[in-house]
């Protein structure tokens, strides 16, 4: 018999800026990945794809991350008063629209979201689809979806809002829309871990998940409202995928997607480094996400040396006990000196260990995020300024409220880190140029003392 088909589509991002920092729809993937072990066809449009053959600034890529390629569009009319370009980042919709005319009608369409205020390029991806295969029923999930299902379903116009993870409901949502009933997997796991990579034009990393969800509850993060469980994978599952993705695709590089990779060393980390130092040598592990700055204990830094790590972010947000003791404890300024110093002391280097801090928080001073920079950089480690967007739902959310200019509750758009939304007065963008500025040259003078040794 023949399988339904379901095509699943990975939108335009429309923004003032985007990086590609070792991002792959994987969500989508693992979706893609459960419904064909459920009697579903999957194929994939990936409107970001930088192995597009359109995409010549991408192919020119020496890494699998970098920008990627973008048109500048007009911006929506809330934004007219900010002076910066506006771009749509994807290949052109005419070339998306030929992909899609190549592919046969699907049976059903699934598109994903992340940012709350990328709604736009969901809308706009959605439109097209709508156009070339009218009258197919069409899901939206992900992040935007889950969090903001009302408007997801006023502004991008889809036949129904999936929230949370899609596995669990999508086979219900698809039999609703389609009439084509799943076949069973009573016997299997209730969530799904590998991704269907093949579906991709080019596999360049392993864009690798080993647990999903996160026990702490940050008052500035939508983890567990996006995912409200935490579940590990086995440790032999995880490199059995590693050991067949590098076979199948010659890969080296493994991007690993975690939110919470470290929150139990002896029981999930540990182990997977340990055999992975063993088993796997010669891969290159990133961790675009960032790591829990109080499980890098040595044993944990020299595993994580041993097992190929490459480039690692800490997620410590702040180095101040006081925000940490407000918003959730999940790290100190302690243990994120020692987590440096372990680091150091297994072999890595200042550029290899990124120290993200939330800049433009409400309530925040300018002191505030040079007392944080300062110290990560005496610490040894670089500071990444990561600029902080409101997310719906979370216990931040309603400081942000009171503390905007502008009205978040009702336009997604001012969600935009570009817009520093919430920050203080005298934190903005000039403010912020100066201290990246300040961070490279401190960088750099320590650089040149050390080779002048
Ligand atoms: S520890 Fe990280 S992933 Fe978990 S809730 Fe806090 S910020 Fe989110």
Not at 249 to 256: E, F, Q, T
Request: net charge neutral; hydrophobic share 40%.
């Amino acid at each position: 018999m023949k399988r339904p088909q379901v095509l699943l589509v990975n939108p335009w991002v429309h923004d003032f800026a985007a990086y590609d920092l070792w991002a792959r729809p994987l969500g989508l993937l693992v979706i893609a990945s459960r419904l064909r072990r459920l009697g579903w066809e999957p194929r994939f449009v990936d409107c970001l794809d930088a192995d597009h053959s359109v995409m010549d600034a991408a192919k020119a890529r020496p890494h699998s991350h970098g920008r990627f390629v973008k048109t500048p569009i007009q911006k929506p009319a809330p934004l007219y008063g900010v002076p910066r370009t506006f771009s749509r980042y994807g290949a052109d919709p005419a070339v998306i629209e030929k992909d899609l005319l190549s592919i046969s009608r699907p049976d059903a369409i699934l598109v994903t979201s992340i940012m709350t205020y990328w709604y736009p390029g969901v809308a706009e991806t959605i439109r097209l689809l709508r156009k070339v295969f009218e009258g197919v029923p069409l899901l939206l999930g992900g992040i935007y979806a889950s969090l903001l299902p009302h408007h997801a379903l006023a502004h991008c116009g889809p036949d129904e809002v999936i929230v949370g993870p899609g596995e669990s409901m999508l086979p219900h949502a698809l039999y609703r829309h389609t009439g084509f009933a799943s076949t069973s997997l009573e016997d299997e796991a209730m969530f799904e871990f590998s991704a269907a990579l093949d579906l991709m034009r080019r596999v360049k990393f392993l864009p690798l998940i080993t647990s999903r969800g996160c026990p702490l509850s940050c008052a500035y993060c939508a983890s567990r409202k996006i995912f409200p469980y935490f579940v590990k994978r086995e440790v032999s599952a995880v490199i059995g995928e590693i050991q067949a993705v590098r076979s199948r695709y010659g890969i080296s590089d493994i991007a690993l997607y975690d939110d919470a990779f470290l929150i139990d060393p002896p029981g999930h980390a540990l182990p997977i480094l340990e055999a992975a130092a063993v088993g796997l040598s010669g891969m290159r592990w990133h961790t675009p996400n960032g790591l829990h700055a109080s499980a890098i204990s040595p044993k944990v830094a020299s595993a994580m040396k041993r097992a190929g790590f490459e480039t690692i972010r800490i997620g410590v947000e702040s180095v101040s006990d006081e925000f940490h003791n407000r918003t959730g404890g999940k790290t100190d300024r302690l243990s994120f000196l020692s987590a440096v110093t372990n680091l150091l002391d297994a072999g890595f280097s200042r550029e290899q260990i990124g120290a993200y801090l939330l800049v433009g928080l409400p309530g925040q001073s300018r002191g505030q995020i040079e007392d944080d920079v300062d110290l990560v950089l005496k610490a040894g480690a670089f500071p990444k300024l990561a600029e902080y967007s409101p997310i719906p739902g979370t216990l931040m959310w309603y400081e942000a409220v009171g503390s905007s200019p502008y009205p978040i509750e009702t336009e997604p758009l001012f969600h935009n880190c570009t817009l520093l939304t919430a920050a203080e007065p005298g934190v903005d963008s000039k403010f912020l140029q100066g201290v990246r500025t300040r961070i490279s040259e401190y960088v750099m003078l320590t650089e040149l003392q050390h080779i002048g040794k």
